[in-house]
């Protein structure tokens, strides 16, 4: 793979994710009834870090729940022989709530609708919104994300690597060609 961009530095994620937090402010009137669950891996540290800036605006603190979508993906076979099965790793209720899926890159939506379908499995929520750091286009299902940090067209010969610090010891997206 052949480096070709860096789209995000680390002032600039830090930004988006601040603007991000404003927004889901905004258009959620306040923090009442909101609950982030993070699309594993880097979706779960992005959600902490919302979190984070939401408790800085607000002063209040929004709870964080994880969700690994392996069993809930329809092209399980490509994915792995033998997949990690976890789930959604939440101590509160969902019924009743607005819960906001957070994940790093949305591409064909495939893995938003695995997403959905784990947390219909486990409650009830008032609502489903979206954000995401990347959105890098190429939809292959009806979906799209509710805030987004940075839109990217790429093309399908492209890949977007986002390294966060949590993971990567780095803060950066970049753009790779195939």
């Not at 992005?46 to 092209?75: C, F, H, Q, W």
């Not at 190429?138 to 799209?144: A, N, S, V």
């Not at 010969?157 to 949590?166: I, R, T």
């Amino acid at each position: 793979m052949e480096f070709k961009a860096k789209l995000l530095d680390e002032k600039a994620i830090d930004r988006s994710l601040t603007r991000l937090a404003h927004e889901i402010l905004e258009k959620n009137k306040g923090t009442e009834a909101l609950v982030l669950i993070g699309i594993k891996s880097r979706g779960v540290p992005l959600a902490k870090r919302i979190s984070n800036k939401i408790k800085e605006i607000e002063g209040v603190s929004i709870p964080i729940g994880a969700l690994d979508i392996t069993m809930y993906r329809d092209d399980l076979s490509k994915v792995s022989q033998s997949p990690d099965v976890k789930g959604l790793e939440v101590d509160f209720p969902l019924d009743g709530k607005t819960v906001i899926l957070v994940d790093d890159v949305i591409y064909t939506g495939r893995t938003v609708r695995a997403a959905m379908d784990a947390v219909m499995d486990y409650g009830r929520p008032s609502a489903i919104q979206l954000a995401v750091l990347v959105d890098r286009g190429h939809r292959e299902l009806p979906i799209r994300p509710d805030y987004v940090g940075k839109n990217v067209p790429t093309s399908s010969k492209e890949v977007v690597k986002v390294k966060l610090e949590e993971w990567d010891d780095m803060n950066e997206v970049s753009i790779y060609q195939n």
